[in-house]
Structures are given as C-alpha cells and as structure tokens.
C-alpha cells in the first residue's frame, strides 16, 4: 500500500511472516522491544496482530526475558 493504494513493490509476504512470528512470540511470552502494525487491516491475522516490517526503517524485535 502506497498512498491508500495497492501498489507493486518489493515484500508481498515478509509482513505475513513477521506477523506469524509476532503471535508465536504473544503465545511464548517474550518480551516485544519493537512492533508496528499496519494502517490497514490484513487479510492473515486478526486485526491488530500484525507485524508490519519495512526494509531500513520498521523492524519487529523481541527478547527473552529471563
């Protein structure tokens, strides 16, 4: 999505893995550092449980918290 459009570009699918390991993580427990979710809602997760990433600038980062 670009300017409320869909557009082509690179990615098509890293935001659907990312947004499966954000839920593994929920699930695991582990403490999330850095999330963004989408401005839009996904077709793959329920709103809200996303995990946009964007190359250099949006990341999705967790940690084990012992």
Known sequence: FAGGKVVD?????????SSTLYNAVLYA??????????YF????VAAGRDATVVWGSLDFKFKLVR
């Open 41 to 44: 809602r996904t077709s793959y």
């Open 9 to 17: 570009g690179l990615g098509g699918g890293i935001c659907q893995v």
């Open 29 to 38: 427990d582990l403490e999330i550092t850095e999330r963004r979710n989408h």
